[in-house]
């Protein structure tokens, strides 16, 4: 008797939870229990939800978020020194007429030929050693590859699949003939059919792809001391 009674209570109770957690509109999740676990602020990049803690400002809905930073903005980049004064901003502005070539609008524009005046910056600021050289043939094979070629003849697939045309050799006298700040100028802002690379890549990097460039020219640019117009630590 006691038995059933016990029975019959469970199933009554059992009953009523499953009722009480059923609506009958198909769209209502029925009762949920602490809520804010699966309804959390869905909180995303270049989302504005225009909402904080339930209170929803419509004017925001319908503004971009994620908006540029102000101009000469610069990045955070810790407390090494000589890592901080590398990426301070170019000191070298794209020629004015790089607007219409590479698009480049509100921006501070040069009316000098900046790319000709880049020819005496000889020094490349990052250490040449074996790790900057795998660091930029990392970055060559992922970044330049596919259109310089992996020996720097300017045959990568891009090239040899007859989508892209114009990529130099390296080794042409002329691109020998670069300085280390003309490399960095026409990488940075792009030349020709190059497009800009400095929203891909940090100056550390560019310099670091510098360094693998010339080791490209010279095989023995390591070993040799090539450092003449390169490296020398600061
Ligand atoms: C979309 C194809 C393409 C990609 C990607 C590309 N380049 Fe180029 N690059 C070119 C072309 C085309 C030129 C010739 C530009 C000219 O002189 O008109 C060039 C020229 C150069 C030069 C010679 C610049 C000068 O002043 O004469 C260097 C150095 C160079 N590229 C390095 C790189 C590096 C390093 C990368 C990777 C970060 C890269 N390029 C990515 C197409 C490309």
Request: proline share 5%.
């Amino acid at each position: 008797m006691k038995k059933s009674l016990i029975t019959w209570i469970g199933a009554l109770s059992t009953s009523l939870a499953l009722m009480s957690s059923c609506t009958s509109d198909p769209d209502s999740p029925g009762l949920e229990y602490m809520p804010d676990m699966y309804r959390s602020p869905a909180i995303e990049a270049y989302v504005d939800y225009g909402e904080v803690r339930a209170r929803i400002d419509e004017t925001k809905k319908v503004r971009q978020t994620a908006l540029t930073p102000p101009q000469f903005t610069v990045p955070f980049y810790g407390t090494d020194s000589a890592l901080v004064e590398l990426m301070m901003p170019y000191h070298r502005a794209a020629n004015q007429n790089m607007r219409m070539t590479h698009g480049f609008y509100g921006e501070r524009l040069s009316a000098a030929d900046e790319y000709t005046l880049a020819a005496m910056d000889l020094k490349n600021p990052v250490m040449l050693d074996e790790k900057t050289l795998e660091e930029g043939k990392k970055l060559y094979t992922s970044m330049c590859q596919h259109c310089h070629g992996e020996k720097g003849d300017g045959n990568g697939p891009m090239v040899t699949s007859g989508a892209y045309s114009g990529v130099p050799n390296y080794k042409e006298e002329a691109r020998m003939k670069l300085s280390n700040g003309q490399m960095f100028y026409s990488i940075y802002y792009g030349k020709g059919m190059m497009g800009a690379h400095r929203s891909l890549l940090n100056k550390k990097e560019i310099w670091t792809l510098v360094h693998y460039v010339r080791s490209i020219q010279y095989p023995d640019y390591l070993a040799a001391g090539m450092i003449s117009d390169s490296t020398k630590k600061n």
